[in-house]
């Protein structure tokens, strides 16, 4: 009786136990690989590659094999197919959908699911996942670590920069503000604003329910002409940051400064001597003198030359001193005066004159 019960059981249990193990395989059999966030920016193309394997035991060689690529649909709350290789359940895609999503058909039988996203948009971020089907093996592989998460930085990176406010015109010497104000709202949080290019100053934020301004009172120098200052929002997009920025170049109005003298000297018999730096020439009795006088200033200076003691000649030419066929009586000490709206500045300087 009991030997014969042990006939009836055992290929029962054996049968259970082969299932058991089956289904474990098939498990095994059944993977995705996939990265896992992605993050692209409104308007690019994106390829998220991946591979996966299925159960090809008992292989139906006449099935063909399909894949699919499925959106979680927040609104409609279930998988909203947005790619597939299978011609007839194409049309259950949307034109815009089906035009933009690729699945290569090709290569899905090389264990490849890769998706193509073209000219990504803010609605197509989500979480996708992706299924299979050959005959009657149909297989969604919906584990987290198979589903991929597409992070769409549109607002952020393209379309809402900062807006960076800097005065037309600055003054050396008299305070100025500048502002930066970034947008955020409560799915981007709020950014941090920071700053190259200018440094000190008295920095100030004001948040409003939906911009970040950072405010800096400071008083611009003649260094800061044509310096590029920058502002950076930075906001959190899970699971990394996103910077996005807006430069400006400082224009400083100051006064003449650094008066700087060069020029050339010729030589009765013709030949020329260029001189960046005055104090190295001598000119002789016969020779021509040439000295134009530079002030570094904005806007440009307004430069004339003055004779310091009374009696000599003084020729000039626009902002030059033109001396031909000096004498001894042409030595004397000259001076530059450069002037613009911001202020005025004067430089001598003493021409000695050898004997020829
Ligand atoms: C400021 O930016 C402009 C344009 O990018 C660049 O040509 C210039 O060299 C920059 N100036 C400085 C001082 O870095
Ligand atoms: C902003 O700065 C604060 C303090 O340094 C930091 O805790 C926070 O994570 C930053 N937020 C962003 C979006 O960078
Ligand atoms: C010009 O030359 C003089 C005499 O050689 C020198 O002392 C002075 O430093 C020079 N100035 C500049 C700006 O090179
Ligand atoms: C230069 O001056 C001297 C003295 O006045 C004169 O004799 C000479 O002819 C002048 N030369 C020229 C080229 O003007």
């Known amino acids: 009786m009991g030997r014969h019960l042990l006939q009836v059981l055992l290929p029962a249990v054996i049968s259970a136990l082969l299932l058991w193990e089956g289904v474990q395989c098939n498990k095994n059999r059944y993977s995705l690989e996939i990265t896992s966030p992605v993050i692209v920016q409104a308007g690019l193309r994106v390829n998220l590659p991946c591979k996966f394997t299925y159960d090809t035991s008992r292989d139906n060689p006449r099935a063909i094999l399909y894949g699919y690529w499925y959106v979680d649909d927040k609104q409609i709350r279930k998988p909203r197919l947005v790619a597939t290789s299978n011609l007839e359940r194409i049309k259950e895609i949307s034109p815009h959908v089906r035009d933009r999503f690729e699945l290569s058909e090709r290569k899905l039988n090389q264990g490849d699911c890769s998706l193509t996203i073209r000219d990504v948009k803010a609605a197509d971020e989500g979480i996708y996942h992706f299924r299979m089907e050959k005959g009657r093996k149909r297989y969604s592989y919906s584990a987290a670590k198979e589903r991929v998460s ?207």
């Open 150 to 356: 597409v992070i769409v930085t549109v607002e952020f990176l393209k379309e809402r920069k900062p807006d960076l406010t800097v005065p037309e015109l600055l003054r050396a010497g008299r305070e100025a503000s500048v502002t930066c104000r970034a947008p955020w709202s409560p799915s981007s949080g709020q950014p941090n604003i920071t700053w190259t290019g200018i440094s000190g100053g008295e920095r100030s934020q004001l948040v409003t329910h939906d911009s970040v301004a950072s405010h800096i009172d400071f008083t611009p120098t003649a260094a800061d002409h044509l310096q590029n200052i920058t502002c950076k929002a930075t906001y959190f997009r899970a699971p990394k940051y996103v910077t996005t920025e807006r430069t400006a170049t400082l224009n400083v109005n100051y006064p003449p400064r650094n008066l700087h003298f060069s020029g050339h000297l010729i030589r009765p018999n013709g030949e020329v001597q260029y001189f960046t730096n005055i104090s190295q020439i001598v000119p002789r009795e016969g020779h021509s003198l040439v000295v134009s006088c530079e002030a570094d200033s904005n806007p440009q200076s307004f430069v004339r030359w003055k004779l310091k003691f009374p009696g000599t000649r003084l020729h000039i030419y626009n902002n030059e001193l033109r001396l031909s066929n000096v004498t001894l009586e042409d030595e004397s000490k000259y001076e530059c005066q450069a002037s613009n709206v911001e202020g005025y500045a004067e430089k001598g300087v003493y021409i000695p004159i050898k004997h020829a």
